[in-house]
Antibody, heavy 123, light 110 residues
Framework: QITLKESGPTLVKPTQTLTLTCTFSGFSLSTSGVGVGWIRQPPGKAVEWLAVIYWNDNKRYSPSLKSRLTITKDTSKNQVVLTMTNMDPVDTATYFC???????????????WGQGTLVTVSS | QSVLTQPPSVSGAPGQRVTISCTGSNSNIGTNYDVHWYQHLPGTAPKLLIYGNNRPSGVPDRFSGSKSGTSSSLAITGLQAEDEADYYCQSYDISLSGYVFGTGTKVTVL
């Protein structure tokens, strides 16, 4: 059974750096084809893909946010960490991590999701 | 910001058939990458509904997906009250080297 859970601060101030942790179980990030992605949803808006890290340590970032994002993995702890710098109120959103299923380090879908964590950016 | 365009809303009476379109381009849906569909109820985790032309175990066969050229569609037949939710399409974009989601469609059961 695959489960994922996001953790991190619920409130950050503008210009601060956000660090979110995705702790998962039921799969290994060292298994070929596996990835973990981050997706967010601002209140009342559509979901937006942010970043993904694959079993081979390749990483992909949303071009519009690439300069602010860093994704890393700790295979031994079954965790993936996302950092986003220079937070702004427009970054207020529910942040989800999800298991990416695919054959290679492109394409695929997100077949299991965490419940999400609401992050509010406000002074 | 989304590169996949969906209608904001669709509605139908119980038992009817509704379709949701997802329009992309030659760098995403128009490639060999599959289109996937998710159902999202507010306050919950999005649920994978369709991957390519397949349904995960437990998803009713009332839901089906198709793809043609640079567009994809999700069809829901025999609409039920429990189908009222937001629906998103998703694919991979070779120009962006990343994943793209649709703008989202709210399905209302009349």
């Amino acid at each position: 059974q695959i489960t994922l859970k996001e953790s991190g601060p619920t409130l950050v101030k503008p210009t601060q750096t956000l660090t979110l942790t995705c702790t998962f179980s039921g799969f290994s990030l060292s298994t070929s084809g596996v990835g973990v992605g981050w997706i967010r949803q601002p209140p009342g808006k559509a979901v937006e893909w942010l970043a993904v890290i694959y079993w081979n340590d390749n990483k992909r970032y949303s071009p519009s946010l690439k300069s602010r994002l860093t994704i890393t993995k700790d295979t031994s702890k079954n965790q993936v960490v996302l950092t986003m710098t220079n937070m702004d109120p427009v970054d207020t959103a529910t942040y989800f991590c999800a298991h990416r299923r695919g054959a290679t380090d492109t394409g695929g879908n997100f077949d299991y999701w965490g419940q999400g964590t609401l992050v509010t950016v406000s002074s | 910001q989304s590169v996949l365009t969906q209608p904001p809303s669709v509605s139908g009476a119980p038992g009817q058939r509704v379709t949701i379109s997802c329009t992309g381009s030659n760098s995403n849906i128009g490639t060999n990458y599959d289109v996937h569909w998710y159902q999202h109820l507010p306050g919950t985790a999005p649920k994978l509904l369709i991957y390519g032309n397949n349904r995960p175990s437990g998803v009713p066969d009332r839901f089906s997906g198709s793809k043609s050229g640079t567009s994809s569609s999700l069809a829901i037949t025999g609409l039920q009250a429990e189908d009222e939710a937001d629906y998103y399409c998703q694919s991979y974009d070779i120009s962006l080297s990343g994943y793209v989601f649709g703008t989202g469609t709210k399905v209302t059961v009349l």
